[in-house]
């Protein structure tokens, strides 16, 4: 650390054909009839089709016959020859005609039941094309919904609400006390019952050079001892391990941006669960590695202490600050203490 800088402490159909024929065979049969009642003659019609011989008397035959036959011959012979006997018709023909009509009327049922489906298919189809029409409409607009919830989502993460982020992070913030120095640890991971802490090496360096290795973390009445396991001097890192479970902070991954707003929590001056916040001032590459500049106030005590976003994601640790000048912290970047130590999410 350079010496402008001082040290701190953790932070998806029809049928009428079969009707006419019908009709042919009454007429015929009423023709037959009508000449019967017309022709006297036709009560005895003849057996055979040859002319009857009559026996009459001789005084009158002669003449009678004369007289007789002409008349008989005309008005009887000429008819009865025009006459064709037809034989009775067949007893099936009516049901034929019944039955035809049955057929033609089972058509016109059918081509009915067939326009019936017809008409609902066309129905049915065309209400599915508007359900169809519906469906992409809602599509669309649920599309625009989702847009909208976005564009929402990242306005209301953009507001930075301090006391909702100092609510979920100062649980697992600890003042550290390692003989007459005083920093800030947090949570980085826990397993099998214990919690791994990160804080700045300055921060214990009196303490682990003098051959000890136990600190404490204190918060309100809460004291749990806590053991340095690993250091760092020239990345001012340290790792503490406590038998004790402490919920872990989150770390952010992905670069910090210039304008993002932070919180810098810690033991300023050892006033513990002490909060700050500002904004990310700068990203820069020192000699003593990558550097998060921010403008968060911090003070003697703040060392080792988290830096954290919007999302209670811690981006850096609080390591120092500029002599002589208001509102530039320094802080190591999260990801360089996770692989320097190796401890972040697990114990």
């Not at 022709?39 to 011989?53: G, I, L, N």
């Not at 949570?187 to 050079?209: A, M």
């Not at 209670?312 to 320097?340: H, M």
Request: proline fraction near 7%; charge should be negative; aromatic fraction near 6%.
């Amino acid at each position: 650390m350079s010496n402008s800088f001082e040290p701190f402490t953790p932070a998806n159909g029809a049928g009428g054909g079969r009707r006419s024929q019908e009709w042919s065979w009454q007429e015929s049969d009423r023709s037959w009839n009508d000449t019967q009642a017309q022709d006297p003659w036709a009560q005895q019609p003849p057996v055979q089709q040859q002319q009857p011989v009559y026996e009459q008397p001789q005084a009158w035959s002669t003449g009678y016959q004369q007289q007789y036959q002409q008349p008989y011959q005309e008005p009887y012979q000429q008819p009865y020859q025009q006459q064709s006997y037809t034989p009775p018709p067949m007893e099936a023909a009516p049901p034929r005609a019944e039955s035809r009509s049955k057929g033609g009327k089972l058509k016109v049922a059918g081509v009915g039941l067939v326009a019936v489906l017809v008409a609902v298919s066309g129905w049915q189809l065309l209400r599915m094309e508007r359900v169809l029409e519906a469906s992409e409409d809602l599509t669309e607009a649920v599309g625009t919904s989702q847009q909208r919830t976005e564009e929402l989502e990242k306005k209301l993460t953009s507001v930075f609400d301090s006391e909702s982020v100092a609510e979920g992070v100062l649980p697992s913030v600890f003042r550290v006390r390692a003989g007459e120095f005083t920093g800030t640890a947090f949570s980085v991971g826990q397993s099998d019952g214990r919690t791994s802490l990160f804080t700045n090496y300055h921060v214990v360096e009196e303490t682990f050079e003098g051959g000890e290795r136990q600190v404490a973390l204190e918060r309100g009445n809460t004291r749990i001892n806590a053991t340095i396991v690993k250091v760092d001097p020239e990345k001012d890192l340290a790792l503490l391990r406590a038998n004790r479970e402490i919920a872990p902070l989150e770390v952010a991954s992905g670069d910090v941006k210039p304008g993002q707003q932070v919180m810098a929590v810690g033991a300023p001056l050892g006033l513990e669960d002490s909060v700050s916040t500002g904004v990310i001032s700068a990203f820069r590459d020192t000699e003593d590695g990558p550097t998060i500049q921010f403008d968060a106030p911090i003070n003697p005590g703040n060392s080792g202490g988290p830096v954290v976003n919007a999302e209670k994601q811690v981006v850096g640790i609080a390591t120092a600050k500029a002599r002589d000048a208001e509102g530039i912290g320094l802080a190591i970047p999260i990801e360089v203490a996770c692989e320097t130590l190796g401890a972040c999410g697990n114990g």
